[in-house]
Structures are given as structure tokens and as C-alpha cells.
């Protein structure tokens, strides 16, 4: 679903968020106090930080899979805090680290896509692949190379990590939506599937002009891809640099202030 | 040679009653790896649902129908006792089966067991009647033979509509259902219907073969479903043209064969439960070896 939404709407609007972890227990854990994001319509962010800075929790939270202590949590306009996650995922796409995650291994190709592509109307008894659309789907994956157009009835179980990633990320931004969530989607890739999977999320979210969120430990691809760069730390944001500024960033300039931080914490 | 041949006919009879209420059980188990025990409750109420109708005269096709609705919202109560209020899967199971007890009692007018002989039935109503009389002597069989094929049929078309691959996809990937917008504990519950919906659909196709319903005759069935399900997906299993639902009807007609073939070599009627166990074990360990085995051999085959 993707809804038409007033130019000066911010996409996401996350105000005053509050999240401890297992309160009043020893492993409490305050991820979030206070914190507040705003993304706009049509920026790519990435979005990087050290374990335990609240990265994925900030993605949970959008997605609706941890709910906040308090705060409110807006995407384009609209309050979602008492939207549950399959609620949430009608608008919001997210691809995981997990590349088994986002597709259905038992399933064909086929299947897969064609369950995607019947997203937000009813699941009931029409026929689940509708042959008329199959040339569309094979156009659909021809580009990405992999030679699944060939393989449309092979079970996803039997592709490569990287395939199946492609296969998700096409899946995902099948139907019209208004956010799409990357959750280190690459960091399970060996290095040629992940530049792949990269090039394809790059030309995927051009080509939909896609509101994206891409969650990172790559700093190279952080700096390269995207309009807008964030860097998470203790729950907080320490560096967020969009259009201009974000030229002041390089790898070398982002490992520096990362070691820094390191060592304020004292590890 | 004529001992031989009804011990067959028995075998297959037998095998196609509970052949249905193995897809039900594979629904539950396989696809949706749910170990749902709920079945030894759902077979006796279909069983019970169908005495109670063709006491009060219903036609015996409406009293199949009935029982596969009265198995569905058993299931149903399943569903909801995991889903909703988040009960374990095997106590949910255990929970119905043990109320469903006093559902079929109930139903059964306090009674626990109800014959109805010479009520109309399945075997003896409809085109049954219309069959030469050479092929009238196998009536059960026949008719048996064309419930399941129908039952089997209806369940290959269902896995391949919307509902039916997103039900697949729910046992294998939970996230996956929850990114195309649809609650995955609606999918679970859904299955569950269904699976209940069989195994008392498979009880009333008991019943009516037996003109009798018996609140006890629930007893051992999640074994007996589940090893035929084991049993024929693994035997099978290199068949790849082989749909699941036949694989596990052959399932269920084998494990038949091995138990007549135990009590002819003479063993006694009173171990009858404990050799379903003992095949049961039996069957889930050499289909995990041979599992284990393709697993290895394909792993070489890709290194």
C-alpha cells in the first residue's frame, strides 16, 4: 500500500522514545530515552553504530515487532503504535540479515513471488498462481542475472544466500510501500553477493523512489549508498549527516570517530 | 486363499478410513509443525456427531458434513487456546481432548456407545444401490475408495489456492506470512480447523462403516495418524511425482498392513496398542536415518 502523503509530511516521525529492556530486573537495559528521528519522504538513510547502540531495536520499533515504553512512533502522517507487525507490513517492507527470512524455502519461486504479489487483498481460494502473470515475474527476475527466470518451479530452499536476499528484496518492494526497512541485509553475504544485493537495492529504490532505512556494518556502503548518513551510539544519534555534509564522512574519517567512542566507553 | 483376500480388503478398508484422518494429521504436523493431539478427541466427536444425526434421521452425507464443521471448531478451540491465549501447543491439544470427552457423551446422549443398524448410511444409501450386484458385495470398498480419492482430490486443489500456499508457507516461515499482511496466528489456527476437520470427518466414515459410534474409539488415533503420515512420507518420499496426500493415504494403508500382519503371526489382542507404539518409534527413527543419509549424500553432491 502506498498512500499519497503531502510533501511536507516527514515519512517517519519517531518523538520522545522511551524503551528499557526486562525493567526492574538485573538485566535491565535502557536502549532508548528520549529518543527522536525524522525521516523525510525520499531519503535513502544508512544508518550505522556498534552492537548495542540501538540500531535494531530503532527497526523493531518501526516495524512494530517491540513496542515503546513511551513515545509515539508516526510513518508518514499517521500514528502506528496500535498497528500490530502484519498490520505494519502492508505499508512497511523489511528485508533481514537472515536471507531465510524473506522467502519461503519449501515454496517454488514462483510461489514466492506470486503470494507477494497478492499482497493486502485477501488470501481465499482463488488460485494461488495466477499463470497469466508469469511472464511479468520472469521479467521481473531476469534482470538481476541469476538465471532464475529459468528456475521459476525450483523450491527457494535450493538457491544461494544471495539469491534468496535478491529474491526478498524483490519480493518485498513488489507491492507499493511506503518504507522500506534493510536490516543488515548484506552482513550474511559472502563479498560478490553482497556488492549484487547492494547494486540491486540501489537501482530497486530509484526506480520506486522507495523511503529507505538500510541498517549497516559496512561503512563502505554506508558512505557510498543513500542520501543521508547516521551514526547510533548508546541509543542516541552522534553523527547524522544528510546531502551536503555527508561528504565530509569518509570511511577513514567514520573509523576514527567509532574508535573514539570506543574508547570514551572504555572497551 | 479367500482368509487371504479379505484380510486385504480389510487392510485397504481400514487403511482408506484412516487415510483421511492422516491428511489431516499431516496438515498439522508436517506443514504446520504442530504436534497436535486434539485428534484423539475431534475423530470420536465426527463418530459421535454422525450417530447422533442418523439416530434422528439426517441423510448420512449432511451427517459427513456436519462432522467435518463440528471437528473444524474443535479445532478452532485449539487454535485459540495456543494463539490467543498463548497456551502451549501440546497442553492446547491435550485440553480439547480431554473436554471433548465429555462433548461426545454428551452427544451421545450419555451413553457410550450408540449403534444405529440399519440406519441408512453411506454403504447403503445413494448410487450404492444402483451397483450390479457382483460389485454390490465390495460396496465398503468401493465406496471407501471414492471418499478418500474425493477427500485427497478436494486437498491437492486446496494446497495449491492463496489460502492453501499461504497455510505452506505459515509451518515454514512465520515472518514470511507477517510481511505479506496477514496475521500468522490466523494461519495456524486455520490449519488447525482443517486438520480436526479430517480426523472427524475420517470418525464418521468410521462410524458409518461400523453402524456404530463409540465414545473410546478416539484412543491412540495421533499415534496411528502420525506414524501413517511418517511411514508414507519417508517411504515415499524418493517419488517425487507422488503428491503428500497419497503418500500418506499408502502410509496409513501400510501401517494397517503391518498391524493385521502382526495379530495373524499370532500376536495377542491385548498388545495391539503397544505394537502401534512400537511401529510408531520404529518408523520415526528410520525415517530420520534415511533423512539424515539423503541429507549427507546431497551435502557431498553440492561440495
Redesign the interface.
Known sequence: MQRLIAPDVPMVRMQNIHKTFNPDSVNERTVFAGFSLTIWQGDFVSVIGSNGSGKTTLLNLLCGSVAADRGCVEVAGECVDRL????R??FI??V?QDP????????TIL?NI???D???K????????NRRRLDTYRAMVEPLGLGLENQMHLAVGSLSGGQRQALALL??TMTPIDLLILDEHTAALDPRSSETVMELTERVVKEKKLTTLMVTHNLRFAVEHGNRLLMMHQGEVVVDAADEKRGDYSVDELLRIFNEISVEVGN | MDVILRLFVNVLEEGFIYGIMAMGVYITYSVLHFPDLSVDGTFPLGACVTAALILAGVHPVIALGCAFFCGCAAGAVTGFLHVKLRISDLLSGILVMTGLWSVNLVVLGGRAVAPFYNKPTLFSTGLVKLLPQGLYLRRVLIVLFLTVVMVKLIADLYYRTKSGLLLRAAGDNDQYVTAQGVDPGRMKMLGLMLGNGLAALSGSVLAQQAESASVSSGTGMVVMGLASVIIGTSLLRGFRFLKPTTMVIVGSVLYKAALVAAMQLGLPTNYLKLLMAVLFVTALVTGNALDGRRKQSAKAYRA
Open positions: 500490530k507487525e502484519f498490520q507490513a502492508r517492507g523489511r533481514y531465510a527470512k524473506g522467502t519461503c524455502a519449501n515454496l510461489e506470486a503470494l507477494a497478492n499482497k493486502g485477501p488470501y481465499w481460494l482463488g488460485n494461488g498462481v519480493i518485498c
